[in-house]
């Protein structure tokens, strides 16, 4: 289909509503994230980041358990995007970052990152979400019963540039009700807090502090989110031109090279526009598979 002069005008980057460049964005963080997030937001997408003053991001939850975190992470990103339209109001554009810990899933022993950014845009109404998935996250606790095994995690894992964090310690678990000290700033506080709590409790949960500022390998990880989130903010529909042109979804069902039948092999991937619902679909991988991912020749 020709796309008419209207439409190619109404496509110019100066007429562009889109174009976010020397719009205010408004970000919800107490945790030094702008120092990754501003300067590349500021570079790619023209946009002035300001933070949000005297806001409590530990509302929406905390990693040390006192608070939940309720809902998926792209609802609590949302609830923080909220608070920065509500700290700064007149703003275009509000941001918010969210990372999720855990075990991986099926890797033993190995802890799994999620780390997301999410960016809307009030005038538009669009929604684009940066991801970046760290497999070597540093994410990782110990229970111990004297300072010495203390000492030997903290310097396990870097402390004090990562920071840690110390509880109680009941059924094998964290306690924070029984103490919980944030603020291990050197090995002094470090040898305070264990004491005091294995004197409560008789053992101390130790662990790495998941705040972005006490945390360097995360505060990588949310910028790595930020440029994906920059890649997708520039994959644009191509029928209608808003960002956010991104992959929805993977088909398998590339046939085995060797009797054609369908394998989980991904066979093509399909883009979805938010706006206009335009969807397009390319074929990716080898045309064929190897036998050896086939069910019928190698069941
Ligand atoms: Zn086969
Ligand atoms: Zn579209």
């Given at each position: 289909m020709r796309r008419s002069i209207a439409a190619e005008v109404a496509r110019r980057p100066n007429d562009d509503r889109f174009d976010l460049r020397g719009e205010r964005a408004s970000l919800a963080t107490m945790h030094g994230k702008e120092r990754v997030i501003a300067p590349l937001l500021r570079r790619f997408l023209g946009l002035r980041v300001e933070t949000v003053h005297g806001l409590d991001t530990d509302r929406f939850g905390t990693f040390t358990r006192e608070v939940p975190r309720p809902g998926s992470q792209r609802d609590a990103a949302r609830a923080k995007i909220a608070a920065a339209f509500a700290g700064n109001p007149g703003v275009r554009v509000a941001v918010a970052s969210e990372g999720r810990f855990g075990p991986h899933p099926i890797v033993p022993f190995a802890p799994l990152g999620v780390e997301i950014v999410l960016l809307a845009d009030r005038d538009t109404g669009i929604e684009i979400l940066g991801q970046f998935v760290d497999l070597d996250a540093m994410w990782t606790h110990a229970i111990v019963t004297d300072i010495a095994a203390a000492r030997i995690f903290a310097e396990s894992i870097g402390f004090p540039v990562q920071g840690i964090i110390v509880s109680g310690c009941k059924d094998e678990g964290p306690c924070p009700e029984s103490g919980l000290f944030k603020d291990v700033q050197d090995h002094a506080d470090l040898e305070r807090?264990?004491?005091?709590?294995?004197?409560?409790?008789?053992?101390?949960?130790?662990?790495?502090?998941?705040?972005?500022?006490?945390?360097?390998?995360?505060?990588?990880?949310?910028?790595?989110?930020?440029?994906?989130?920059?890649?997708?903010?520039?994959?644009?529909?191509?029928?209608?031109?808003?960002?956010?042109?991104?992959?929805?979804?993977?088909?398998?069902?590339?046939?085995?090279?060797?009797?054609?039948?369908?394998?989980?092999?991904?066979?093509?991937?399909?883009?979805?526009?938010?706006?206009?619902?335009?969807?397009?679909?390319?074929?990716?991988?080898?045309?064929?598979?190897?036998?050896s991912l086939c069910d019928a020749c190698n069941p």
């Amino acid at each position: 289909m020709r796309r008419s002069i209207a439409a190619e005008v109404a496509r110019r980057p100066n007429d562009d509503r889109f174009d976010l460049r020397g719009e205010r964005a408004s970000l919800a963080t107490m945790h030094g994230k702008e120092r990754v997030i501003a300067p590349l937001l500021r570079r790619f997408l023209g946009l002035r980041v300001e933070t949000v003053h005297g806001l409590d991001t530990d509302r929406f939850g905390t990693f040390t358990r006192e608070v939940p975190r309720p809902g998926s992470q792209r609802d609590a990103a949302r609830a923080k995007i909220a608070a920065a339209f509500a700290g700064n109001p007149g703003v275009r554009v509000a941001v918010a970052s969210e990372g999720r810990f855990g075990p991986h899933p099926i890797v033993p022993f190995a802890p799994l990152g999620v780390e997301i950014v999410l960016l809307a845009d009030r005038d538009t109404g669009i929604e684009i979400l940066g991801q970046f998935v760290d497999l070597d996250a540093m994410w990782t606790h110990a229970i111990v019963t004297d300072i010495a095994a203390a000492r030997i995690f903290a310097e396990s894992i870097g402390f004090p540039v990562q920071g840690i964090i110390v509880s109680g310690c009941k059924d094998e678990g964290p306690c924070p009700e029984s103490g919980l000290f944030k603020d291990v700033q050197d090995h002094a506080d470090l040898e305070r807090a264990v004491d005091n709590v294995i004197a409560r409790c008789g053992a101390a949960v130790v662990e790495t502090d998941m705040r972005a500022h006490c945390n360097p390998r995360r505060m990588k990880a949310i910028k790595r989110a930020t440029v994906n989130l920059i890649r997708e903010f520039g994959t644009r529909c191509p029928n209608c031109d808003r960002p956010g042109f991104v992959i929805t979804e993977r088909i398998p069902g590339a046939p085995c090279a060797l009797c054609g039948t369908p394998t989980r092999l991904i066979r093509a991937e399909a883009s979805a526009c938010a706006g206009c619902g335009h969807r397009a679909k390319n074929s990716v991988g080898p045309p064929a598979a190897d036998p050896s991912l086939c069910d019928a020749c190698n069941p």
